[in-house]
């Protein structure tokens, strides 16, 4: 075919008879998966019928193309179907960005950049299919991205916007890699009708080395020995319009820009002048047949003969504009970076290992106080303001990455500002090194984590001391027991445990109110703290009840004398508001290890002592004796009734809903074990508290529950509840097995449920003792399934971060004692539950507020950035068969509260 334009017209058609078809297997699949993602959340006839529709189009249109690979079509017909495939891809790619801004009308908002995606990674690949015909791709782009990408960058939304940019650019560079695939296609046909009128003028070996030439994507060229150019690609003339004749020798410099031509000449004179290894290569801009400038790298090598002379200069140019303008963007964006680092109050650090110097970005001048650092400074500078504890485990750091043990910084420590306190810093950041391995730069951020830690502080303290009377609490009474109880093993001695309760509290607290009951509690802990004798501690284990650890006393008559000493004083009265109020204290008394093989068994006994002292009469002290064992006939009719409701399928779960509190919706329920007896009905779990310290039946207990819940789950799911995830609780003695996880993970598969549906909630206590790494094994294989783990009861005594940052936890539940006292915004709980949030936060962890009564802990909750809540504010627990009923309602129901999205604080919607 001699006429270039029929010629381009069928290599085109050829072109597109093998990619339209894949171009149309592509759109039918982006189609399918985004009608997948997103039908569950939009009307059917959106969601399913506008892609059926498309699929029905792109099956056809595919199916004529694919008919047309078994004939050769005249170019007449080509050029029919070139004009249908232009209207097809502009009517195809018009239906499809409708139908993602539909989907944009109508789903979550945070699905928009998934949507987007799908829209235009779709776009894009048509693009690449259609290469060969540039001004379908081009109405591809116009009709299937640009709405949808229009519709980002108006969106308001920072991160939708930033997207929108990112797609404008990346269809910008579609645009120009289509116009160079164009101009490409054209130079090919030019080069093949070259080849022609060249193949009887050259010999064979010549023809090869011409076509490899012309087909070269880079400009060869050829100089003589001393620089002129004698040979250059006939793509000269196409690049830049000057004739390969009038290049030769030193024309070519005509078309280098002036800027650039004494560097491009001086590197040049330089490699001629070279005698040892002459190697040119250097980057300018090259004019272009337009008369516009691209950038261009021109590197040569010369061939020498068998003398060492050099014969030719070889040569190439190649086109780098692409890659400059990278460069430059690149450079730009590391400048907006450093710009928004100071806007985030992060600090940019840039560490050259070649002239030690550290360049810094962001606030070091106006966050730390040091105005002389702006400038850049020396390490040596640094490590000066370092902590001196911490200096060690900087330097140990250092080491490890300039010895290429590790590429990456991340550690924290103390720093001193020019007012001379400490900030917590958080360094992160990676080293960068040389093709020999040898480290020679490191950049990173460091982060301000002085609130955070402040915030840690308080949080420890709050887990370790009663919020109100100072004292420690139950968990810092158990360690400081355990290592009491150590030194007496080592020592041969014995240790004495008291357990005090203040008789008539409840009485207290209904006459005078609890803020009198609080100043008792106060009270009664004071002249305790006062009258302790040296290594003794004093603890409140909760409500009314307190302990002491007496480790010099060694018999009971020694601990019962000062016991009845210490409650002659507690005993006082107490004036409170003008009332004078008798506060009697009882207590019970047990030494180890006469009372009890360890700590939990020693203060058992105590209690039983306690219970027996109350029994008899107010302010008495008793001593454990094994006469006190009625307490193991209660906890036998526990084990009884637990055994009997297992036999007799008399347990069973009921369910608690749990409510987003951003947007009010259930994202899932806490399933409650309750079990029939006989006579009494209905029962809680605290009925047969005893049967979860029993090693056998709380495993059945746990398997009983799971077996219902997840059958419960199962009929949900076949009947089309959107149930959200179910927590289920976990019991320290189902750990001491060490197949906790399988059993879970075997039944989820049995019933083909996913484990991301299953919650496992679990209190501190699992972490404690000889199974924690028990409790590690399992907690870990049941998350990396998918199960989400809850730290139930977080702050009330147990409460480590140690174990935040050991253990897979990814929700923490704040105790209902805590919540229920949200009253006011200076009270201690208040500042216990936002040092929980703010530290979940920190971690990525998500909160969850137990026992939600009222509105006013739900305004709390939502004011503190609580995620999630649950209570009988919004509902009580439930059996499986109401909790359809319960879900229909929901939506109704959840009007008559405000969340978290809403202005004001949470109310009844229309109450005053």
């Not at 998934?114 to 060969?132: D, K, M, T």
């Not at 695939?181 to 070996?205: D, G, I, T, V």
């Not at 830049?240 to 005509?254: F, L, N, P, R």
């Not at 020592?491 to 309760?501: E, Y």
Request: glycine share 8%.
């Amino acid at each position: 075919m001699h006429d270039p334009a029929q010629a381009l017209i069928r290599e085109q058609y050829l072109s597109l008879r093998k990619q339209i078809p894949l171009m149309y297997l592509l759109m039918a699949i982006n189609a399918v998966f985004l009608m997948l993602v997103a039908s569950p959340s939009v009307h059917p006839l959106v969601g399913i019928g506008l892609p059926v529709g498309l699929l029905s189009i792109t099956v056809v249109r595919a199916a004529l193309w694919l008919s047309r690979h078994e004939r050769d079509a005249g170019i007449d017909e080509i050029r029919g179907y070139l004009r249908g495939t232009k209207i097809a891809a502009a009517a195809l790619s018009l239906l499809f960005g409708i139908w993602g801004l539909l989907l944009l009308e109508r789903i979550d908002p945070q699905h928009f950049g998934s949507i987007a995606l799908y829209v235009f990674v779709g776009a894009i690949g048509c693009c690449y299919c259609l290469q060969a015909l540039p001004s379908a791709a081009r109405l591809v782009l116009l009709f299937g991205a640009a709405p949808m990408t229009g519709r980002l960058l108006l969106s308001g939304d920072w991160y939708l916007a930033g997207t929108g940019v990112t797609f404008l650019l990346a269809a910008g560079v579609i645009l120009r890699t289509l116009a160079t695939n164009r101009s490409a296609f054209f130079e090919l046909l030019r080069s093949r009708s070259e080849m022609k009128r060249l193949l009887n003028a050259l010999e064979q070996s010549q023809e090869h080395y011409r076509s490899s030439v012309d087909l070269n994507p880079q400009l060869p060229w050829i100089s003589e020995p001393n620089g002129t150019i004698c040979e250059i690609s006939p793509r000269w003339t196409i690049m830049t319009g000057i004739s390969v004749e009038d290049g030769m020798g030193s024309g070519w410099t005509a078309a280098v820009h002036p800027e650039d031509l004494p560097r491009v000449l001086e590197a040049w004179h330089a490699a001629l002048q070279t005698t040892e290894n002459p190697v040119a290569d250097v980057r300018y801009r090259l004019r272009q047949v337009d008369g516009s400038y691209r950038w261009v790298r021109a590197r040569s090598y010369p061939r020498r003969d068998e003398n060492g002379r050099i014969l030719k200069w070889y040569g190439n140019l190649e086109d780098i504009d692409d890659q400059v303008a990278a460069e430059t963007a690149l450079r730009d964006s590391e400048e907006r970076y450093r710009l928004a680092s100071r806007a985030t109050r992060d600090l940019i650090w840039d560490w050259s290992h070649q002239t030690d110097r550290l360049e810094w970005a962001g606030g070091i001048d106006n966050i730390y106080g040091h105005v002389e650092a702006a400038q850049g400074t020396t390490v040596a500078w640094w490590r000066d303001h370092v902590h001196p504890a911490d200096l060690p485990g900087v330097d140990a750091l250092t080491t490890q990455v300039l010895s290429g043990k590790s590429d990456k910084w991340q550690h924290e420590f103390r720093f001193r500002a020019a007012d001379g306190s400490y900030v917590h810093l958080l360094s992160s950041g990676y080293a960068l090194r040389d093709e020999n391995g040898k480290a020679r730069r490191s950049i990173g951020a460091l982060q301000d984590v002085t609130q955070a830690r402040r915030s840690e502080a308080e949080l420890r303290r709050a887990a370790y001391h009663d919020a109100l009377t100072d004292l420690p609490n139950r968990a810092c009474f158990y360690q400081q027991l355990e290592k009491e109880l150590s030194r007496a093993r080592t020592r041969n001695t014995k240790v004495g445990v008291v357990v005090f309760d203040v008789d008539g509290f409840k009485s207290i607290n209904d006459s005078l109110g609890h803020g009198a009951g609080d100043m008792v509690l106060q009270a009664v802990a004071a002249r305790l703290s006062a009258r302790l004798p040296r290594g003794a501690m004093a603890a409140r284990l909760g409500g009314d009840e307190f302990a002491l650890i007496l480790p010099t006393l060694d018999t009971k008559d020694d601990c019962s004398a000062f016991v009845r000493t210490v409650l002659h004083d507690v005993a006082q009265p107490i004036t409170i508001d003008e009332s004078v109020v008798e506060a009697g204290v009882s207590a019970g008394v047990a030494l180890w290890p006469n009372d009890g093989e360890d700590g939990e068994a020693v203060l058992k006994s105590a209690d039983l002592a306690l219970y027996t002292a109350k029994a008899k009469s107010s302010g008495d002290v008793e001593s454990f004796h094994p006469e006190l064992r009625e307490a193991v006939d209660l906890r036998n009719g526990m084990l009884r009734d637990a055994r009997d409701a297992l036999g007799e399928e008399r347990v069973l779960p009921f369910y608690q809903p749990k409510i987003c509190l951003i947007t009010g919706t259930i994202v899932g329920f806490e399933a409650l074990l309750r079990w029939h007896h006989r006579e009494r009905g209905l029962q809680p779990p605290g009925a047969i508290h005893a049967a979860f310290e029993d090693s056998a039946l709380s495993i059945q207990l746990t398997d009983r529950m799971l077996e219902r819940v997840l059958r419960d789950m199962a009929e949900w799911k076949d009947k089309g509840y959107a149930i959200g995830r179910i927590a289920i609780n976990g019991s320290p003695v189902d750990f001491r097995r060490d197949d906790f996880a399988e059993r879970i993970l075997t039944r989820l598969h049995t019933l083909d449920l996913s484990p991301s549906e299953l919650e496992l909630e679990v209190t501190e206590s699992v972490f404690l003792g000889h199974m924690a790494s028990t409790a590690e094994r399992a907690l870990a294989t049941l998350s990396k399934a998918g199960v989400t783990i809850a730290l139930d009861d977080f702050g009330t005594g147990y409460a480590s971060l140690t174990h935040l940052q050991q253990y897979p936890v990814d929700v923490l539940k704040i105790d209902r004692s805590f919540v229920s006292r949200l009253g006011s915004a200076n009270s201690a709980d208040f500042a216990i539950v936002h040092g929980i949030i703010d530290i979940a936060q920190r971690m990525d962890i998500r909160t969850v507020a137990e026992g939600v009564e009222n509105e006013a802990q739900l305004g709390r909750l939502c004011e503190l950035h609580c995620d999630i809540a649950q209570g009988f504010l919004f509902g009580g627990a439930l059996g499986a068969e109401r909790v359809g009923t319960f879900l229909r309602n929901w939506q109704g129901s959840s009007r008559r509260f405000c969340w978290r999205n809403e202005d004001r604080q949470p109310s009844r919607l229309g109450s005053s």
